[in-house]
C-alpha cells in the first residue's frame, strides 16, 4: 500500500457528530435511578465457600420481614444486592444486623450513587458487645471507650445499662 492509497482511505475516516439531534439524558431520569440506588444495599457473605444462592434468597426472602417488600439479586460469587421500596424497611435491615447465612457473616453495606459495587470492601459489620467484670470505679465513658477500642470501632457507650446491671447507686 502506497502513500496515495493510505492518505484516499484515511480522509474517508471522520470523528464528525452522526446525523441527527443530540439526546441528553433527562435529569429526571437521572433524579429517579439515583432515588432507587438510595433504597438499596449490597451484602456478601463472608466466607470462602460459595454458598447457594438459591438457598440464600429463599431464606432472607422469609426472615427479613419488611412492610413494602424487597427484591434480591445476585451479582458474583457471595455478592447480593438488595432493593427496598422504602427507607425504613432498609434502614430496619441494616441496623438489625448482624446477619449471618449458614454460620457465615453478611457484610452489608450501603450502595455508592453510581452503583458500582465494585469499590465496596465489606470488611465492616456492627456488633453489640458487653463487657463483664469491670470494676466499679472504672465504669465510665472514657474507660468504656478505651476498652472498646481495643475490639474495633466504637459507635457508642451505653453506661445506663452498665450501672442497671451492676446495680450501682449512689448513696
Do not use: Y
Not at 444495599?41 to 460459595?50: D, E, F, M, N, Q
Amino acid at each position: 500500500m502506497d502513500a496515495d492509497e493510505l492518505e484516499r482511505l484515511c480522509s474517508a475516516l471522520s470523528i464528525k457528530e452522526l446525523e441527527g439531534p443530540i439526546k441528553t439524558l433527562d435529569e429526571g431520569m437521572k433524579t429517579s435511578k439515583e432515588r432507587k440506588l438510595v433504597l438499596c444495599l449490597a451484602g456478601k457473605v463472608l466466607t470462602t465457600a460459595l454458598v447457594n444462592k438459591d438457598a440464600f434468597i429463599s431464606v432472607f426472602n422469609s426472615i427479613w420481614k419488611v412492610s413494602k417488600g424487597f427484591e434480591i439479586e445476585w451479582v458474583e460469587g457471595n455478592i447480593f444486592t438488595f432493593q427496598f421500596f422504602n427507607m425504613e424497611d432498609r434502614n430496619r435491615i441494616i441496623n438489625g444486623g448482624p446477619w449471618n447465612f449458614d454460620k457465615a457473616i453478611v457484610a452489608l453495606e450501603e450502595l455508592p450513587i453510581d452503583g458500582d459495587i465494585s469499590n465496596l470492601g465489606f470488611n465492616k459489620v456492627e456488633f453489640w458487645i458487653q463487657v463483664h467484670k469491670i470494676p466499679p470505679l472504672c465504669m465510665s465513658e472514657e474507660i468504656g471507650l478505651f476498652l472498646c477500642t481495643m475490639i474495633g470501632e466504637v459507635r457508642e457507650v451505653d453506661l445506663a445499662i452498665a450501672n442497671e446491671d451492676n446495680k450501682l447507686s449512689e448513696n
